[in-house]
């Protein structure tokens, strides 16, 4: 213990268009040991100079078999004990959209939520992927806490988002099944990081790009850092990144000592 790091997660809405719009300037402002990359759409291949700008971090890319389509990926300066592709289950590793990585005293499991997709068509197969998600997590749980973060595709309560009349059980992301799905994570022992050092505090991680959401501050809180209860001690901060531009998402972050 006493040693104090720094995890980052963002949803860059495409890898290369990140770094098109400046994300090789905006990085070491970040000042990340470790940083969780969601909807990367893009292979390892399509992007040769990551290794040469952000030298001195491992680099891990779990892509989705669709090009162009989902996809995860971790910069890690700390180096891990080890790190996997998806979860125990085949079925739903096909889009990309987990990465795990074990340290000495935690798992670090980045993870990027299917939408619930428009007129909720996908909203079955949502309800099934947060059940086989949360068993994942608790399974890993019993060897070591957990650090779950991403964009898990869910604003969890009314003050999590600008129009929640608008949206209940109307738009993808706030309906009571995917609530629901989100506290069931709660139930197995998981807290949400920043509802829990910012008990009021409205601040957005994800705005639409029409209509001038962003601008307007007509927002969501859809990503999270979850940790073990055990753990919760040990964040000494969480934090949101507003002011990073360049997706539709904006960094989220804690302040962990392991």
Known sequence: MGNTIRILSWNVNGMRAIVKKGMYVTFPGLRADIICFQETKAQMDTMPDLDIQLIGYDLVFNSAVQKGYSGTAILSRIKPLAHW??????????EGRVITMEFDTFYLVNVYVPNSGQELKRLGYRKEWD????EYVAELDKKKPVVLTGDLNVAHERIDLARPDQNYNKVAGFTQME?????DFLSIGLVDTF????????QYTYWSQRFNAR????????????VSKRILGQVKDAFIMDEIMGSDHCPVGIEIEV
């Open 195 to 202: 509802r829990h050092l910012h008990k009021d505090k409205i």
């Open 131 to 134: 059940a086989h998600l949360k």
């Open 85 to 94: 592709m998806g979860t125990n289950n085949d079925i739903y590793g096909q």
């Open 215 to 226: 601008e307007s501050g007509i927002g969501w809180r859809i990503d999270y850092f979850l």
């Open 179 to 183: 609530i629901d799905g989100f506290k």
